[in-house]
Nanobody, 130 residues
């Protein structure tokens, strides 16, 4: 059984920072790509970032590029998403997901696709508001 558990969400003011963590178990993290996705109220889920199994390749949606950083520590079975310069439009439930590899959307906005992501966490809520 593959498990992913997100943590680190909360309330932050615009311009602030949060660091999300995805703790994994039930599989060897070194063999899985990990993506971060988010879903705002009333909107569809969108890809935020993805990191390859080795950590050698990363991808970001245009909306977060330059503000968010994804990283992984395979020894600890964790993947982090450092979020800086947060904006109200970043408010969403954030999910981490595991798959064989990152699949990058070619449409407007960029970011990873959820296709091929086989295991998902239950999400952590990020609220950016003054």
């Amino acid at each position: 059984q593959l498990q992913l558990v997100e943590s680190g969400g909360g309330l932050v003011q615009p311009g602030g920072s949060l660091r999300l963590s995805c703790a994994t178990s039930g599989f060897t993290l070194d063999h899985s790509a990990i993506g971060w996705f988010r879903q705002a109220p009333g909107k569809e889920r969108e890809g935020v970032s993805c990191i390859s199994s080795s950590g050698g390749s990363t991808n970001y949606a245009d909306s977060v590029k330059g503000r968010f950083t994804i990283s992984r520590d395979n020894a600890k079975n964790t993947v982090a998403l450092q979020m800086n310069s947060l904006k109200p439009e970043d408010t969403a439930v954030y999910y981490c997901a595991a798959g064989a590899r990152c699949r990058i959307r070619i449409g407007v906005g960029g970011g990873p696709s959820s296709i091929g992501m086989d295991a998902w966490g239950k999400g952590t809520l990020v609220t950016v508001s003054s």
